[in-house]
Every structure is written in C-alpha cells, then in structure tokens.
C-alpha cells in the first residue's frame, strides 16, 4: 500500500526544488515525537523540525482534539466574520508579543506574511523600495523570493518585482570587508547599510526586511548590537522595520521571538511555522498600532479567502499552549546549550567543521576542506557537480536514520523544542559519523 502511495506521489505531485526525474522520497507512515517512521518501519530522528517548524513535536494529540473539537461546531466561514478561535488568538498574540504590535492581519504561511508585509508597508508609507540582505530567503512567490537574497531567485530574475535592494549580510566567519572581529563586521556592515540608504535616497525606502534570528541562509549570527543599529538607522530615515520571524519565532531561539535578543521595536513581524507547528497552514503580520490605525477610516487592500481560518486558529492556540505548560523556552535555551558543548567536542574531532552557529535550538554546521583558507565542502548556490562530498554526507545521514534539513555546506541542527538530552546525543554522534565522509576531503 504504502510503496504504490509513494509511487503516486513521484508520478502525479511536483516535488518542490528539486529535479523531477530520479527521486526517491521517504515515504513517512507515521510520526511521533522527535521520530519519523517510514513504510518499513525504519526510524528517523527529525534533527531540523522537518522545516524549523515542527516545534512541538510530531504527533501531539493536543492539537488533533483541538481541530477536531473546532470542525465539529465550525469549519470555515470567511474572513469577515469573527470567531471564538480567531478572537482568543489575536489576543493571545498580542499578550506574547512586546512593544505595541497587539493586531494580526492572518495568512497561510511564511511566504504570504511577507508578501502582505511588504504590502503593508508600501501603503502605509507611501514609498516603494525594499532593503534585504543578501543571502537571505523570506519565502518564493514572485514577491518576496525578490526582495530575498537567495541565488534560488536567480532563475526567475526575468520576472522579478522592482524596487527591491540587497545589502551585504554581516556574516563574520566569511565577512565581506575582512573584519577582525565581529563587532567589526557589523559597524562596517551598519556603515554599507546606511550609504545604501543614502544612494538609494530615504524617501523612497518603505522598509527595511531582515530576520530576527538568520535561518535557512545559514543561521548567520548577528554580530553584537547590530540589529539594534538597524533599527536606530530606521528610525533615523522614517524607515518601517520589518521582522521576519518565520522560522526564528515561537521559541525557536529560547525566547517567543528572535528580534528579542537584539533589543528593537519592529513595526511589523511577520510569522508562520512555529505558531501550530507545522500541523495546519498558517501565518501572519503582528502590525504596530500606529500602523493599524492609519486605516481606521479607509479600507485595508489586504485579503486573502483562508485568512483567519478558524480550524488554523483552534490549532494555534492549542500549540501556543504546550509551549507554555511544558515550558518550552526555558527548555530550548537548556538544551540549546547542551548541543553546544557537544558542538564543541564535535570541533575538535572533525577538522571538516569551520563553523558552528546557534541561537537556542537554530543551529548550523559550516563544512569546510580547509579550516585556514575556510574553502566550503560546496561552494555559495552550487550546481550539482560540486555537491558530490555532500551528497555523500547527506546519504549516509539518512541510512543512519536521521532526516535533517541541508543546504550546499550546511548541516542544520533544529530538533523540535521537547528533544531531551539523550535524543540530541543520538543525532549529534549520527552526525559525527556522517561528517566522518567529509574529513576525507580536508587538506
């Protein structure tokens, strides 16, 4: 049974990044905590949360009787009318998140949330530019895979959205001007950012995009104050501060959002995964008072058919829940700091690692063949004839039964937020022997 639905799944659904031809998914019978289980039977510990989403763990029957309790008395009805679940949530979201961000606009995912931000942003201001780092990703409709700096766009730069600028990413361990330090790096980063504003001319930038914690582009940590001084510069040029939280949020970086490491007030955050963790599509914008009310007395261009879908809504609430009984924050910075002791003593073994980068349970491995020269195991949007070394690693990763998010010569190390010490010990000596292929390569 399950082989034929694994065959149908390859011969009538499209596979997403990916070439169409020669695929071999596993095919997933059943999940459960931090482990998946294909249609052998055959165990595999989620070490990314499939997508740094699945933060609660697989198979919580918490938010099963939440959304079969919901679609017993109401399934959807659409976005103008209210209901219990949609109400409870947006408090709810506005009692987590600091500052005066109390009203969502909801959507379907992380993509959405930052298309409706970008949106938002050119409406309230009345100015059209976007500033992005590079290397960033911020989702893949034609929007926003443009404002984004990910190569992946590349493809469809013929048909990209204008008016939208990228900077260099303050990225320490490959810095662009050769810091000494990370404090360096970052005032010369600040210093590029502000000329940019200039050149581009203040009056015309809507916002400024960024993460609150980096994620798919690496897990780039922020050098110190940073962010901070992205802020003042926005505050500086009336320039709107927009904060992807898509993959940093709900307790991902050990605290609710990742902006909140860095001391800022952001005018819009945008979300998804994390907020019913993964179990049911959804998204949205937290947007600042001052925002919301420019509209009190004029139609908001925004709308989306599922928006504020109460069967999402019920699940969100029932996950933001279980991060809160189950203290899910404090458990991620314990545990956060545990995988970086191992991390440690993974160093010192491997000579492939050259850089390890965290913040609470958002963690990436950099694998290098030269620690000195920091020359990558796949270089920056490699094409396929440069992935061979990591094509093995990743293969051997999955026949030691581990499924983890990579991406050219990242190992992300994600886990959902509940792992236990024993259950990242597991994934981190599977990843010591994976990574084991790569140290062959290193001179």
């Known amino acids: 049974m399950y082989t034929n639905s694994k065959q149908l799944s390859i011969d009538h659904t499209i596979f997403a990044w990916s070439n169409q031809k020669g695929l071999d998914p596993i095919h997933v019978e059943k999940a459960k905590g931090v482990y998946l289980y294909d249609e052998k039977g055959k165990k595999y510990i989620d070490f990314s949360s499939q997508l740094m989403n699945v933060n609660v763990g697989h198979g919580r029957e918490e938010v099963t009787e939440a959304v079969r309790k919901q679609m017993e008395n109401l399934s959807y009805v659409c976005p103008p009318f209210t209901t219990d679940s949609r109400g409870r949530l947006g408090k709810k979201l506005a009692e987590i998140t600091p500052n005066n961000l109390n009203k969502t606009f909801f959507t379907l995912g992380g993509a959405e949330s930052n298309e409706n931000a970008i949106i ?17 990703y911020h989702g893949a409709t034609i929007g926003t895979i443009t404002a984004g700096g990910d190569p992946r766009k590349n493809e469809v730069d013929s048909q990209q959205v204008p008016n939208c600028v990228h900077v260099e990413n303050p990225y320490y361990y490959r810095c662009p001007w050769y810091s000494s330090s990370p404090e360096e790096c970052g005032e010369r980063a600040i210093n590029n950012l502000e000329k940019t504003i200039i050149y581009e001319g203040p009056k015309n930038i809507a916002a400024i995009l960024m993460e609150g914690e980096s994620g798919s582009s690496g897990c780039i940590k922020y050098p110190p104050l940073y962010l901070k001084k992205v802020d003042i510069l926005c505050k500086k040029y009336d320039i709107l501060l927009i904060i992807d939280e898509v ?11 990742g902006y909140e490491h860095h001391d800022i007030k952001p005018d819009i955050i945008s979300i998804a995964k994390g907020i019913t963790s993964g179990y049911i599509p959804l998204g949205g914008i937290i947007v600042s008072d001052e925002i919301v009310n420019t509209f009190n007395d004029k139609a908001l261009p925004l709308g989306l058919t599922y928006s504020s879908h109460s069967v999402a809504c019920a699940a969100a609430l029932a996950v933001i829940d279980i991060y809160e009984k189950e203290n899910l924050i404090e458990n991620t910075v314990k545990i956060g700091k545990y995988t970086d002791e191992l991390m440690d003593k993974l160093i010192e073994q491997h000579p492939s690692i050259g850089d390890w980068r965290n913040t609470g349970m958002l963690g990436c491995l950099e694998l290098v063949k030269n620690r000195k020269t920091k020359e990558p195991m796949a270089p920056f949007n490699a094409d396929p004839s440069e992935m061979k070394i990591m094509n093995k690693v990743t293969a051997k990763l999955r026949e030691l039964g581990m499924f983890t998010y990579s991406k050219w010569n990242f190992i992300f190390v994600a886990p959902p937020l509940i792992a236990k010490k024993e259950e990242i010990e597991e994934g981190v000596e599977i990843i010591s022997k994976a990574i084991s292929i790569a140290d062959e390569f290193c001179y």
Do not use: E, Q, V
């Not at 050119?122 to 290397?135: A, C, D, E, P, Q």
């Not at 949020?249 to 609710?256: L, M, S």
């Open 247 to 257: 993959m940093s949020g709900f307790c991902r970086t050990g605290k609710w959002f």
């Open 120 to 136: 938002l942003a050119r409406l309230y201001s009345n100015k059209h530019k976007i500033i992005t780092h590079y290397r960033s």
